[in-house]
């Protein structure tokens, strides 16, 4: 059974601390997502890694980094987070070898991290 | 760019039918279907590429119009399972995935 993980449910942190959200996959995909999701605006990608160490900005990089030193593994890094950060995190994979997002290949989602700065 | 879904929002009782539509303002290569129950990840329904073509899932079916930059949606004799949010994803000349604002069903008994 194919699986998607995150390291936490729910996050609280202050402004200007250093956030590092995670999120581990089973299934060797080639792909891995983050998206922040807020009412009314859906799924909105922040970046996207297509193997080991690459990594291409999505929708909204602003404000964060990713870093991908293992295949299975896609960190979120939130350098000095704030409050206009808090949000639905949700990581993403998917098997797709040819372009990013994946034109004919499902994505699998986490469970997401809820993460709330004050 | 973000496709539009429509309606925002849409409340049924169990058995009846509903249509959400997804609209794009660029060329699409394909679009995807994923439905996400209230606290739980998006999970996917379908792939629709091009061709104009129709598919379905259980009760749920969907096409594809590549000339209009649309797709739909279609929910037939609706279950209380079927409740959730429902997003469209637009994939592009770029290959990347944008996904809607999404369309929350509530099914009623």
């Known amino acids: 059974d194919v699986k998607v993980t995150q390291s936490s449910r729910y996050l609280v942190k202050r402004t200007g601390e250093k956030v590092f959200l995670e999120c581990v996959q089973d299934?060797?995909?080639?792909?891995m997502f983050w998206y922040r999701q807020d009412p009314g605006l859906g799924l909105r990608l922040i970046y996207f890694?297509?193997?080991?160490?690459?990594?291409e900005k999505g929708d909204i990089p602003e404000g964060y980094s990713v870093s991908r030193e293992k295949k299975e593994r896609f960190s979120l890094i939130l350098e000095s987070a704030s409050t206009n950060q808090t949000s639905m995190y949700l990581c993403?994979?998917?098997?797709?070898?040819?372009?990013?997002?994946?034109?004919?290949?499902?994505?699998?989602f986490g469970p997401g991290t809820r993460l709330t700065v004050t | 760019q973000q496709p539009v879904q429509s309606p925002q929002a849409v409340i049924l009782r169990e058995g009846e039918d509903a249509v959400i539509n997804c609209s794009s303002s660029?060329?699409?290569?394909?679009v995807h279907w994923y439905r996400q129950k209230h606290g739980e990840a998006p999970v996917f329904l379908m792939i629709?590429?091009?061709?104009?073509e129709q598919k379905g899932h259980e009760k749920i079916s969907a096409s594809f119009n590549e000339k209009k930059q649309q797709s739909s949606l279609y929910l037939t004799a609706s279950q209380l399972s079927y409740s959730g949010t429902y997003f469209c994803?637009?994939?592009?000349?770029?290959?990347?995935?944008?996904f809607g604002q999404g369309t929350i069903l509530t099914v009623h008994p």
């Open positions: 890694s297509y193997d080991v160490k690459m990594k």
């Open positions: 629709l590429l091009k061709g104009g």
């Open positions: 660029k060329a699409l290569y394909s």
């Open positions: 993403a994979s998917s098997s797709d070898p040819g372009l990013a997002g994946g034109s004919s290949y499902e994505q699998y």
């Open positions: 994803g637009t994939v592009g000349s770029y290959g990347k995935l944008t």
């Open positions: 299934m060797d995909h080639e792909n």
